[in-house]
């Protein structure tokens, strides 16, 4: 792909809560970002069982990108997406979604994990594919529609590889959500025939995988027809939100790991190569795939979800906490007695959180009043809890990498919770810095921009061309300019 610098580029980043288009433009060859257009997202219950609405999320993205073209005289290069990883669409041999795609937190994958596991065992899939045994993996849903009876010959995307199927694109799985699948090798970084064949699922129903910054086709009509649209590239970016968030983080060095703070807590440090060995199986470490050949070794913790499940809860007895306000709140309540198994798996399921909080805390006589007036102390309690998870985490970390962290990243919305930030601090000993809210964001950017200057099949962009494009973007940082259109 070859780009003219003064053309605009647009980024799609998708998140399970909100969803946002933004666009990139070059002003006396400074950047400049805008979000252009934003949409609150979530999965609703049906009576399929838990889905995203997706052809809403399709009609925001697109009305998002009209109003790119309409800002842009200058004409937009290409179009990057980002978003969650796991999920999926199934499609019809005409290409078409069958129905709406579940959503990871959907009850069906528990049984289906547990059945996977009698054909072929956790440790095996550690060694074959190296990601964290967890039951929302993309393996689990496939082999789920497997056992609901869906044709195993069915072809299928990943999300954010799907809107860029649907803008015109190629079907195609980006390196770093195909690491999230737990179907991908890591002796080759193709998909992986034990694993499917364990499965039951057929490789040519699977897409070709592809690295960071591949070009994977032009923007088709309607849009195309806009004048801004004119011979725009659709670019699959790092497509795993988390990827291009750790892609947009402005650092070098050795001495740093990373907390992607949203609905989830990612945390993890980066590697050069893989880490499989017992210690890593066993704290069920995961290896993503990053720019440029390396490895973002990482865990999944729980997140902000279960703070958001507690004031959904509270909505319906009539109170609506604010979160900054009750954030703020936190700081005038004693620190808790005792501590949330915060990766429990009722805590990764929705519906009436303090109840589900609780039924730990009552185990050893702690248990809080369910009345909405408590939300500082269930705030505060779950704050403490992931400060302390996020340290045992690190410290685990460390160990395995022989890193020493000075200093931890926060990427994502969660970056913004500066009493979250300080319990880290305390809890770490390390230096907390808060990166862009929207790192996610300036990766896609950055990755986008970096495959202008080259790519390669084997490794995608060059690491260090993303790096110094995530140094500029973030020092622009003061044009940036929100609005809620």
């Known amino acids: 792909m070859t780009t003219n610098r003064r053309q605009a580029i647009v980024a799609v980043d998708l998140g399970a809560e909100s969803c946002r288009v933004s666009l990139l433009r070059f002003q006396a060859d400074q950047p400049v970002f805008q979000i252009i257009h934003r949409c609150t997202n979530g999965p609703i219950q049906t009576e399929r069982g838990l889905v995203w609405d997706f052809e809403f999320i399709f009609a925001e993205v697109l009305e998002g990108l009209r109003k790119c073209a309409d800002r842009t005289p200058e004409g937009i290069a290409s179009i990057g997406v980002d978003g969650w990883a796991v999920d999926i669409v199934r499609l019809d041999p005409s290409g078409n979604a069958i129905a709406a795609p579940f959503c990871y937190r959907d009850e069906r994958t528990v049984g289906a994990r547990q059945k996977l ?24 849903q496939l082999y789920a529609d497997n056992l609901d009876g ?10 954010p590889e799907y809107l860029l199927y649907r803008l015109g694109g190629e079907r195609v799985c980006e390196y770093t959500i195909a690491t999230h699948t737990q179907m991908l090798s890591i002796h080759n970084k193709q998909w992986s025939k034990e694993v499917f064949a364990a499965a039951g699922l057929p490789l040519d129903a699977a897409p070709k995988v592809v690295q960071p910054g591949t070009d994977v086709g032009k923007l088709a009509d309607p849009l195309a027809k806009l004048p801004a649209f004119q011979n725009t590239s659709l670019i699959a970016p790092a497509c795993h939100d988390t990827a291009s968030a750790i892609a947009g983080i402005p650092t070098t060095g050795d001495d740093w790991a990373f907390v992607s703070s949203g609905t989830w807590s990612l945390v993890g440090t980066v590697v050069n190569s893989y880490i499989t060995g017992g210690e890593a199986r066993n704290e069920n470490f995961t290896n993503q795939g990053g720019i440029g050949g390396t490895i973002y070794l990482l865990k999944n913790v729980n997140g902000m979800w279960m703070l958001k499940q507690c004031l959904d809860h509270w909505r ?28 429990h798996p009722d805590l990764m399921l929705p519906g009436d959180m303090p109840s589900r909080i609780n039924a730990q805390l009552s185990r050893n006589g702690a248990a809080l009043p369910e009345h909405p007036s408590y939300g500082p102390r269930y705030a505060s309690l779950i704050f403490h809890s992931l400060a302390a998870r996020y340290a045992v985490v690190l410290k ?29 601090e305390a809890a770490t000993g390390a230096k907390v810095i808060p990166a862009s809210t929207e790192s996610s964001t300036v990766g896609n950017f950055a990755i986008q921009l970096a495959a202008s200057e080259g790519w390669t099949a084997e490794t995608g962009v060059c690491a260090g061309s993303v790096a110094r494009w995530a140094s500029i973007l973030n020092k622009s940082i003061d044009n940036y300019l929100t609005k809620g259109e």
């Open 316 to 343: 319906t007895k009539g109170v609506a906490w604010d979160i900054e306000e009750i954030i703020d709140a936190c700081r005038s309540v004693e620190p808790p007695n005792w501590l949330l198994d915060v990766d």
């Open 117 to 140: 596991h009698d054909r072929i065992p956790p440790d095996e899939l550690y060694e074959l594919t190296g990601a964290q045994d967890i039951r929302i993996n993309t393996v689990n």
């Open 396 to 424: 685990n970390l460390s160990k395995l990498t022989s890193k020493q962290f000075e200093r931890i990243f926060i990427v994502g919305g969660g970056s913004r919770n500066g009493y979250l930030n300080s319990l880290v």
């Open 150 to 159: 869906l044709s195993s010959d069915l072809r299928w995307l990943t999300l």
